[in-house]
């Protein structure tokens, strides 16, 4: 039996910031990992509030070092060309205001190597399969085939789209978010805007809202390309997903002049059915953080931030808790990111019902009073309770699409 003080589940973003919080404590961690990395996930666009949760954790400089693409903003435009640029200098003073779009291979791998350096202990190839709640015995079966056991007075499940937890402890419940797929690829040499905006995501809303197409720049070359809809509207096609993706993007009027002279780098890849949900964020030995908990949508690229920001939170708090400090897991980690989570809902829901696009292509003089607000929740500062997106999202939302629209939503 190997003794811990933490055992992680995964490595990717939630699993890394926080090991390297709690190596930083002073706390023995153990970490392992299922897939050899560098590894493909999707999540390429980051949020501002990313920069933050990475700097309290002693891992920004090596982020900023590695030469990531600059993300500045992003831009939403639909077919009748209206067209909305988010500065997130434009944010409510928050401290960053700008973030990073990122090959998730290289930035995960870095984010591990970081958690390693600060005193984590790592092991790759190396699979979870069981779990003894009472116990607290975590059972991994190695790549060579051999099994070993792991006792840890806190364990933390950041297995993301593994969801290794919800699945052990009949803990998942389904998403109340309708089933999307999402089908996606890299091109190089595409045309990109001239106006300072080209390290932004851009996001095209193709059709009557049918579907959305995210374009996120990686370098200077190459862009990351991906389709997102329902899954109805992606069968109704009857194409295979590569012809699929090509169709959309020759026929969207703005994607088919972006990506006139561009080729496709790799395989067109999907993913579908992807919002996830789980009956409870925590148990008395356990806590799970990232993706294993709640997956929403990508619409405003809020995944890798939820991740950061529950891995960093489950450090701090069980850091506390070592410490003899009294901690409310409920209040203190599941309300709280249920805070965030919840305007993000608010905005996803609102942007497949057409009420967000109208507030954020409205023309209505005035509309400009409540821009910082939704700056700063698209920057991912979702718990400001300076901004009352974040106080009372779905009032907020309806009563500037009320006053924006003169269209009561209730
Ligand atoms: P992951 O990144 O999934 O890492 C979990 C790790 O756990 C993996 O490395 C896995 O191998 C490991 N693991 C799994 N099972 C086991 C096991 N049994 N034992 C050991 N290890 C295990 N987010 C953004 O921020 N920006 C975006 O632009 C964005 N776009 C997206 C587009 C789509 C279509 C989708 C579906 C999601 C998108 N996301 C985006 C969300 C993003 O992918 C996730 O939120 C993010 O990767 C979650 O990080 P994580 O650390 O929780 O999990």
């Known amino acids: 039996m190997t003794e811990c003080d933490v055992f992680i589940i995964g490595g990717g973003p939630a699993g890394s910031i926080a090991a390297a919080k709690l190596v930083q404590a002073g706390y023995s961690v153990e970490l ?143 998403s109340a978010l309708a089933l999307r797929d999402a089908v996606f690829c890299r091109v190089e040499g595409d045309i990109r805007p001239t106006d300072g905006t080209d390290g932004y995501i851009y996001v095209y809303v193709v059709g009557d809202n049918d579907a959305w197409i995210w374009n996120i720049p990686l370098s200077p070359t190459v862009t990351s390309v991906g389709i997102v809809c329902s899954d109805a509207y992606y069968r109704s096609f009857n194409m295979d997903q590569k012809a699929f993706w090509e169709h959309i993007i020759a026929n969207d009027p703005h994607a088919k002049k972006r990506y006139a002279k561009a080729k496709r780098i790799n395989e067109v890849g999907f993913i579908g059915g992807y919002s996830s949900n789980v009956k409870k964020m925590f148990g008395d030995n356990f806590v799970m953080v990232g993706n294993a908990t709640e997956f929403l949508d990508p619409v405003f690229s809020s995944g890798v931030t939820l991740a950061l920001e529950s891995g960093a939170k489950a450090a701090d708090l069980t850091i506390k808790e070592f ?31 057409g009420r967000l696009q109208s507030i954020l292509f409205s023309k209505t003089p005035g509309a400009d009073k409540i821009e910082r607000k939704v700056v700063s929740v698209l ?31 209730y």
């Open 323 to 353: 410490k003899g400090e009294a901690v409310d897991w409920q209040r203190d980690y599941e309300d709280y990111m249920m805070i965030g989570v919840n305007v993000f809902r608010e905005y996803v829901e609102a942007w497949y019902d």
């Open 32 to 174: 392992v990992e299922k897939i050899k990395f560098p590894r493909f996930v999707i999540g390429e666009s980051l949020l501002p509030r990313c920069n933050e949760l990475l700097e309290e954790a002693g891992m920004l400089e090596a982020v900023e070092n590695a030469g990531f693409q600059f993300k500045g903003g992003v831009a939403f435009q639909n077919e009748q060309d209206d067209i909305k640029v988010v500065n997130f200098e434009q944010n409510m003073g928050q401290k960053h205001n700008s973030s990073f779009q990122v090959r998730r291979e290289t930035f995960d791998k870095l984010l591990l190597d970081e958690a390693e350096k600060f005193g984590a202990h790592v092991t790759m190839e190396s699979e979870v399969t069981a779990y003894n709640e009472t116990a607290n015995v975590v059972t991994v079966v190695h790549k060579d085939g051999s099994e070993e056991k792991y006792h840890a007075k806190k364990v933390i499940d950041a297995s993301g789209y593994g969801r290794v937890l919800p699945r052990l402890l009949d803990l998942d419940a389904g």
């Open 379 to 409: 920057s991912g500062y979702v718990w400001d309770k300076k901004n009352m997106f974040v106080n009372a999202p779905t009032e907020a939302v309806n009563a500037t699409y009320k006053a924006l629209t003169g269209v009561d939503p």
